[in-house]
């Protein structure tokens, strides 16, 4: 057996949005790596459906759910690991939420949706999970996105937050190294998730089919010609939750296929 196979044997995750999508795919990921692993979502169901998943494929899993935004959640999700298992070693945050709008017809409320889910639900994440990942100098690791880099048009929130995730991903980075703790971000181009399907639903006419091309559509912005799954963004981060990363802290990990490498130019055709 590989040793990457049962990367985190005896270590507990908490996986901060792990009930679907992305964060779905990355608790799959580190239950097949060895770890114990505490899925959060917003509600029950999803997280049930997540655990279940993790439990029939013989892996240890636990699940709760709750406003990643509110302070109670993330306090509570760290005294589950605790109270079942332990300790903590590691903290994922995957919760995430996109809306559309440029910097006029955002509205306000729209702009502190984003914030409160996207950077404050990471902050307060971490500032529960980090006195624990501190004694056992574990890891932090945060979803953000190539979005922080670039941009597409009309996401003027979701842009600037993830921007604000690489940035305190920076700052955490330097502040828990005296702590022997590394503190890495992704960054993942298009993902195949419930999130994606929905936003391809709005910009098609809504059909099966339609849905499906314009997924493949946005795959050909990649230089691999196709959206991510889930469990390759799992893969990244088992891989900086690992020994393999001991030497990786404050890093902004692109896993976006080639997205990022393109220049959007198509060259001059010879007559």
Known sequence: MNGSERAHDGKVVLITGGSQGIGRGIALTFARRGASVVVHGLTADYVDETVALIRDAGGTAIGTFGPIDQEHTSTDAVALAIDTYGRLDHLVTAAG????????????????EVFGVNVRGVFLAARAALPQIRARQGTVTIISSVQATATQNNVVAYTASKGALNSLCRAMAVDEAAYGVRVNSIAPGSVDTPMLRTSAAEWSDGTREGVERTIANWGTMHALGRVAQPDEIGEAASFLASDAASFVTGSELRVDGGLLARIAAALPTKD
Request: no cysteine; net charge negative; aromatic share 12%.
């Open 97 to 112: 939420i996109q809306r559309y709008g440029d910097a006029v017809d955002t509205p306000i409320e729209t702009w502190d």
